[in-house]
């Protein structure tokens, strides 16, 4: 658990992204709780982690069923350029084949072109779409 929260917050770090740890042990611990509603992979190479990444089932009728959303695929600087996002990408094409989702969904900000370069080189397509979201107050 403690190693997840690391890496969360080593990609929040790189992407600018304000760190709300209740945020993320809320987060962590709904995962561990509740099986099924969200996968974490961490990427090892050798001993050490190299980065990490979620994956969390949808459905979306525009895509005729069962989806993913690829979620916080984050590889720690030293590891990179040596082929594991290829390998994250050739994973989850398989677990949507064992799973039966058809779509991949990833999000990345507008201003990381690395992020968009990789994901169009995997056979992602940026959509033209607007994200929106809302809090819920409870």
Same mark, same amino acid.
């Given at each position: 658990?403690?190693?997840?929260?690391?890496?969360?917050?080593?990609?929040?770090?790189?992407?600018?992204?304000?760190?709300?740890?209740?945020?993320?042990?809320?987060?962590?611990?709904?995962?561990?709780?509740? @099986?099924? %509603?969200?996968?974490?992979?961490?990427?090892?190479?050798?001993?050490? *982690?190299?980065?990490?990444?979620?994956?969390? @089932?949808?459905?979306?009728?525009?895509?005729?069923?069962?989806? *993913?959303? %690829?979620?916080?695929?984050?590889?720690?600087? @030293?590891?990179?350029?040596?082929?594991?996002?290829?390998?994250?990408?050739?994973? *989850?094409?398989?677990?949507?084949?064992?799973?039966?989702?058809? *779509?991949?969904?990833?999000?990345?900000?507008?201003?990381?072109?690395?992020?968009?370069?990789?994901?169009?080189?995997?056979?992602?397509?940026?959509? @033209?779409?607007?994200?929106?979201?809302?809090?819920?107050?409870?």
């Amino acid at each position: 658990r403690e190693i997840i929260i690391e890496m969360i917050n080593e990609l929040w770090a790189y992407d600018n992204i304000a760190v709300d740890r209740d945020n993320i042990n809320r987060a962590v611990d709904l995962i561990f709780s509740r @099986p099924g %509603l969200a996968e974490i992979h961490l990427l090892y190479e050798g001993d050490e *982690v190299a980065g990490y990444f979620t994956l969390v @089932p949808s459905f979306g009728i525009e895509y005729g069923g069962l989806c *993913v959303v %690829l979620d916080e695929l984050f590889v720690r600087e @030293p590891f990179r350029r040596r082929g594991l996002g290829r390998e994250i990408i050739n994973f *989850v094409l398989n677990r949507c084949r064992e799973q039966g989702w058809l *779509v991949i969904e990833a999000m990345a900000n507008e201003e990381n072109e690395v992020a968009r370069y990789f994901y169009g080189s995997h056979g992602f397509i940026a959509e @033209p779409w607007v994200h929106f979201q809302r809090r819920v107050d409870h």
